[in-house]
């Protein structure tokens, strides 16, 4: 079975709305989290790295301050588009693994986000 | 910086044939990751790849990691429609624990009968 989930699957909302993308360790507690996303046709780009009970650490270039990644649980980590424009339409993707062994992570199901 | 890189980045093979697309990357990483891509869809697990000389097979695909070299293949035999996908490669950013990947740009692969 699924071992993360993601919700929503698909987003459609209005220029200067904010979308909030959860995602859910299903099997295991999770401290580490990772946010990426995808633009059509390309490969996977990581945005930032969501911290239980810490600030995330986001990548060059990620607008801290339009995307809030919020890690309150071991299970779930919170992305929220703030403001959306139509260059942030795109599919997020996040991932996490086990704390021990080959790191090999476990993706959820992706949000789809159209910004009209 | 971690450089990954994936060729062919497009693939057009016929039924039957086999092909391999390659994988380089830039870090002393031995461990290698492959992911399936089908579209719309989010990533799905093809092989782990934990050691140099480790090979993996599942079906009609194939992996391998040469660390010496920085070199993993993954090798398609016989190729059928269901193959259809892009595929990346992916690495691990750092040696720490739970860490994210560095992903290839993939490589699109569309089998024709």
């Known amino acids: 079975g699924a071992v993360v989930s993601q919700h929503p699957s698909r987003v459609i909302c209005k220029s200067g709305t904010s979308v909030k993308i959860e995602c859910r360790s299903l099997?295991?507690?999770?401290?580490?989290m990772f946010w990426y996303r995808q633009f059509p046709k390309k490969s996977l780009m990581l945005m930032a790295t969501?911290?239980?009970?810490?600030?995330?650490?986001?990548e060059q270039g990620v607008e801290k301050d339009k995307f809030l990644i919020n890690h309150a649980s071991l299970t779930l980590s919170t992305l929220t588009v703030t403001s959306a424009h139509p260059e942030d339409s795109s599919f997020y993707i996040c991932?996490?693994?086990?704390?021990?062994?080959?790191?090999?992570?476990?993706f959820g199901p992706g949000t789809r986000l159209t910004v009209l | 910086e971690l450089k990954v890189e994936q060729n062919p980045l497009f693939l057009s093979m016929q039924e039957g044939k086999n092909y391999t697309i390659y994988c380089n990357y830039s870090?002393?990483?031995?461990?290698l990751y492959w992911y399936r891509q089908d579209p719309g869809k989010s990533l799905e697990s093809l092989f782990v790849?934990?050691?140099?000389?480790a090979v993996k097979q599942e079906g009609r695909l194939m992996a391998s990691l040469d660390t010496k070299a920085r070199l993993s293949t993954l090798h398609i035999t016989a190729a059928v429609h269901d193959l259809s996908a892009t595929y990346f490669c992916?690495?691990?950013?750092?040696?720490?624990?739970?860490?994210?990947?560095?992903f290839g740009k993939g490589t699109r692969l569309s089998v024709i009968a």
């Open positions: 991932s996490t693994s086990r704390a021990s062994g080959s790191n090999e992570q476990f």
């Open positions: 099997d295991f507690q999770a401290t580490t």
């Open positions: 969501s911290n239980e009970g810490s600030k995330a650490t986001y």
């Open positions: 870090t002393t990483s031995d461990r």
């Open positions: 790849l934990l050691s140099n000389g």
């Open positions: 992916a690495v691990d950013h750092s040696y720490s624990g739970n860490t994210p990947l560095v």
